[in-house]
């Protein structure tokens, strides 16, 4: 596994990594000690986020040069935009965030930043370009859900040990590693000596955007965006 393509560009990255598996957001959620109204913005911005993200694999079902490569994207936006939503949905509503107030809310400019980059580096490029921008949220996820699953905790001592489960859980550790093994494949057929360098700047800008991702959230601590919506 630290031969694929990811791990490459994660070696490559430096301290980018580091700083976004391990910021303070993550390390506070991991503890239990994030502050709620952080999390429900975090969980809002995230809604928007997905459905950007089903969008970015549209993006890729039409950037697909075989069959196989088509159905691997629609299936993944098929479960984004009919499976992944309604459960982020619901776990939202656990929150208090109901979905008439959900979607009432604009995407924040690290929201827009972040998707957009995404989907340019689609249209732009191939599809190896664009799921190596997808890369470092779909296989960071289960990078951090697997650090946070081995902090000691119990349900009752962390509010947040539902979405570490989520992400430590074995279903979507399998879709990570199936995210590795695509980018391998693409790699092997559409890329040459010369190329490694700008996957490396997308790989690396994604992650930065990534960690935008994460202050955006943390610097809501006292939102009163938040505060709007605990308002019936």
């Known amino acids: ?9 994660r070696k490559n990255s430096g301290t980018i990594w580091n700083d976004y598996i ?8 991991g503890h239990g000690t994030l502050a709620k ?3 429900k913005y975090y969980l809002i911005q995230d ?4 459905i950007q993200f089903g969008r970015a694999y549209a993006l890729a079902a039409y950037k697909s040069e075989n069959l196989e490569e088509m159905r691997s994207a629609a299936a993944a936006m098929d ?4 499976v992944e939503i309604q459960l982020h949905v619901e776990f ?6 109901p979905l008439d107030k959900l979607t009432k809310i604009p995407e924040d400019l690290a929201t827009t930043a972040y998707t957009r980059f995404v989907l340019d580096c689609g249209n732009r490029g191939d599809l190896l370009d664009l799921m190596t921008a997808l890369a470092p949220c779909v296989v960071g996820y289960a990078e951090i859900g697997r650090n946070l699953a081995l902090i000691p905790t119990s349900d009752q001592e962390n509010p947040y040990n539902n979405w570490i489960k989520m992400y430590s859980g074995d279903e979507y550790q399998k879709a990570s590693k199936e995210a590795t093994n695509q980018l391998d494949l693409l ?6 000596s010369a190329r490694y360098s700008s996957l490396c700047s997308i790989f690396n800008q994604a992650t930065r955007l990534e960690v935008k991702f994460w202050e955006m959230a943390w610097n809501h601590r006292d939102s009163k965006v938040i505060n ?5």
């Not at 939202?92 to 965030?97: A, E, H, Y």
């Open 187 to 192: 790699f092997e057929t559409r890329s040459n």
């Open 79 to 82: 479960n984004i935009i009919n």
């Open 22 to 29: 391990n910021h303070p957001f993550v390390k506070q959620l």
């Open 92 to 97: 939202c509503d656990g929150w208090g965030i």
């Open 1 to 9: 596994m630290e031969n694929s393509i990811f791990y490459q560009l």
């Open 228 to 232: 709007k919506l605990a308002t019936p």
């Open 37 to 39: 109204e952080s999390f």
């Open 47 to 50: 809604y928007l986020f997905l």
